[in-house]
């Protein structure tokens, strides 16, 4: 089973370094990268989608333009970390490594710990790995979500930093 893993495309928070609010729509950067990327999506022979419930997920997903029958399925358990206080936060007054580590409940208790995120992720990827179909599988997400995944297949490194791989609307590859 092959995924493609994608994060949602520019928003203007994102493009200024502050933390985004779940309403934080794309702007035109985003939107053109969406449906630039679509082009190469749509070689991809996709059979079944994971969306995120939260707006610039669903949006970039819409601007793929692909085929309507692909099933799409709106997924809770790859929707963005809660960011609770740390929303608009700007990102120079967080400790960057820190924010994003594995262990980040020491350091920001407030905040939805990267270990729940994995947790959250490793149940959803083991449920489609039990599933047993042989398809083409692509996740439309975020960046918190998208270094879950890539923890998922890679292991979490002995530090618990995370690894930067969540570029704005760039695919993501991995066999499951």
């Given at each position: 089973m092959k995924l493609y893993v994608i994060r949602h495309g520019e928003t203007n928070m994102g493009r200024n370094n502050i933390i985004a609010t779940e309403d934080e729509p794309l702007n035109e950067t985003g939107k053109k990268q969406a449906i630039e990327v679509g082009k190469e999506i749509r070689m991809l022979n996709i059979n079944r989608i994971y969306c995120s419930p939260i707006e610039r997920a669903k949006d970039t997903l819409r601007l793929f333009g692909l085929d309507k029958n692909i099933p799409v399925i709106i997924e809770d358990r790859i929707k963005e970390r809660n960011m609770g206080i740390y929303e608009k936060t700007?990102?120079?007054?967080?400790k960057w490594n820190e924010f994003w580590n594995y262990n980040s409940d020491k350091l920001y208790p407030e905040l939805e710990s990267m270990k729940s995120v994995?947790?959250?992720i490793s149940e959803f990827l083991d449920e489609l790995k039990s599933s047993n179909r042989n398809e083409n599988i692509l996740i439309v997400t975020h960046g918190g979500i998208s270094r879950a995944?890539?923890?998922y297949f890679n292991g979490v490194l002995e530090n618990g930093n995370s690894t930067n791989i969540n570029e704005n609307c760039r695919i993501y590859n991995y066999e499951l």
């Open positions: 700007p990102f120079e007054k967080l994995y947790e959250r995944i890539y923890w």
